[in-house]
């Protein structure tokens, strides 16, 4: 095969990793539908804040797989698939397709949290960082008063 003349594999290239991009955006406005929801159970108001955070996601995901299709390109002009003998992956962007389906995993597993599970992280969080900014001496007394609390309750 002359890589010059025939350049069909670059258009397969560039085709099927528009398309892991596509799914990859699909994935992600899933997750963001998912966690606007979460948020209004929570009772939490919407700011900009999360929509950022999508953002900066979008530009990372989708950099990603650019970075990964332009490995492909690399691997396929230096016919590393040919000179392995797996010529039947000329043509499948590799690399584009495994970050793909690990952003989607991503995206998956942070839809299927549960809204519950993160408030309470995020309560664990702000609950340690205040015992953390306590000195020792008000740490003391506040065992001291959860323990009187405690005492209470049992009797």
């Not at 650019?66 to 392995?84: A, K």
């Not at 001496?137 to 309750?153: F, G, H, P, R, W």
Request: charged letters at 25%; a negative charge; aromatic letters at 6%.
């Amino acid at each position: 095969m002359n890589m010059t003349m025939d350049m069909t594999w670059l258009a397969e290239l560039s085709l099927v990793t528009a398309v892991v991009s596509i799914v990859v955006v699909v994935a992600m406005g899933i997750d963001l539908a998912s966690g606007l929801y979460k948020a209004s159970i929570r009772g939490e108001t919407k700011t900009s804040y999360g929509l950022q955070r999508t953002t900066l996601k979008c530009i990372t995901y989708l950099g990603s797989i650019l970075i990964c299709y332009g490995i492909d390109v690399l691997l396929h002009m230096g016919r590393l698939w040919d000179s392995l003998g797996w010529e039947w992956l000329t043509g499948i962007p590799v690399m584009a397709i495994l970050i793909g389906v690990f952003n989607c995993a991503v995206e998956l597993k942070s839809v299927r949290e549960k809204a519950d599970a993160k408030a309470d992280r995020e309560t664990w969080k702000s609950l340690m960082g205040l015992i953390k900014d306590l000195r020792q001496s008000e740490v003391t007394e506040l065992v001291k008063a959860l323990q009187e609390i405690a005492e209470q309750k049992e009797e």
